[in-house]
């Protein structure tokens, strides 16, 4: 591993990761349980299955909570559900419930045709069907979802949430930070598009063939675009936390992007705040962090992050 060095495939590959099964699982019912009564039920800990507002979420609930919840989102690819990323990501060192959401158009929302119905999304216009639907689809609904887990017992009224994402999920984390909605105390993102553009150039990379660029689609890859709001995403006293951990061996989202995002991240935080701010760049890792090796360190970082 090497921190901050300079060193898209993309999202065109849109294939969901096979469900994994989850262990104490308790199914999703008209009366979802509060999270303490999940916790007393924890041997060591609970999972259930429920939606949020309309939002389908994991809900990974330990015997002790100390933190604040850690809200996941999953990638294009694997790992491409709630599921699968729970499974690649428990965090169960980290004492916070752990809300995995999935993404609109994937998992239970779905259209007819799975995949093939991404795909002819994306070939119909992949700024407008896709990412728009998708990454900003998610992180405007993530309010709505929160107000929910206060609903819950889950969040405190006024608590900050922590905030983890992967691949196109890692753009919404960078999207909601930028737009300051919902209060985040720490983030985490892995292999992340850093907006429209970035999600375009891998785009045109895995299909060979030029985007055609129109007005709507400027004005979101202005709206999406964490490099041209960095001092957004860094504002606040003290500016979110903030982990940005890269493959090298990525060949979806290039490392460039990640060292571009924490160049333009870095003059923003105060001196005093410097440590707010870190860049992993992780040899030889893989965009979907397929090797046991690169997973177990994704871990460790993830967990002592949040754990600070």
């Known amino acids: 591993m090497k921190s901050e060095r300079t060193r898209p495939r993309a999202l065109a590959a849109l294939v969901f990761a096979t469900l994994l099964p989850c262990s104490a699982c308790f ?46 989102w999953h990638g294009f690819g694997p790992p491409a559900s709630e599921q699968a990323l729970m499974a690649t990501l428990p965090l169960d060192d980290v004492p916070a ?23 002819r999304r994306q070939a ?30 889950c969040l405190a009224r006024d608590e900050k949430i ?7 999920g890692g753009a919404a984390v960078l999207l909601a930070l930028a737009e300051h909605e919902v209060p985040v105390d720490r983030a985490v993102v892995l292999n992340a598009s850093t907006g429209l553009s970035a999600s375009i150039a891998a785009f045109e990379k895995a299909t060979g063939k030029p985007y055609a660029w129109n007005d ?10 964490a490099v041209g709001r960095a001092g957004e995403i860094a504002a606040g006293h003290p500016p979110v936390a903030l ?22 991240l870095k003059p923003k935080y105060a001196a005093r705040d410097a440590q707010r701010l870190q860049l992993i760049l992780a040899d030889d890792m893989s965009h979907n962090v397929t090797d046991a090796g690169s997973l177990g360190e994704l871990r460790k970082w993830a967990g002592d992050w949040f754990n600070r």
Do not use: W
């Open 243 to 264: 982990l940005i951990v890269q493959g090298t061996a990525d060949a979806t989202l290039t490392p460039q992007l990640a060292t571009d995002l924490h160049a333009a």
């Open 97 to 119: 419930v752990k809300v995995y959401l999935g993404l609109p158009l994937f998992g239970k929302r779905a259209e007819a045709g799975g995949v093939g119905a991404l795909k």
């Open 27 to 72: 199914a999703a019912t008209t009366e979802t349980p509060s999270c303490r009564a999940l916790a007393a039920r924890a041997d060591p800990v609970a999972t259930i299955e429920t939606t949020l507002d309309g939002v389908p979420a994991l809900l990974r609930v330990p015997k002790t909570i100390t933190q604040p919840p850690i809200v996941l």
């Open 162 to 168: 922590n905030l983890f994402g992967f691949s196109g």
């Open 124 to 153: 119909n216009d992949f700024a407008s069907q896709i990412f728009a639907p998708v990454v900003v689809g998610a992180a405007e609904e993530l309010p709505a979802a929160l107000k929910a887990l206060r609903a819950m017992g």
């Open 216 to 225: 709507a689609a400027r004005e979101l890859a202005r709206r999406t675009d």
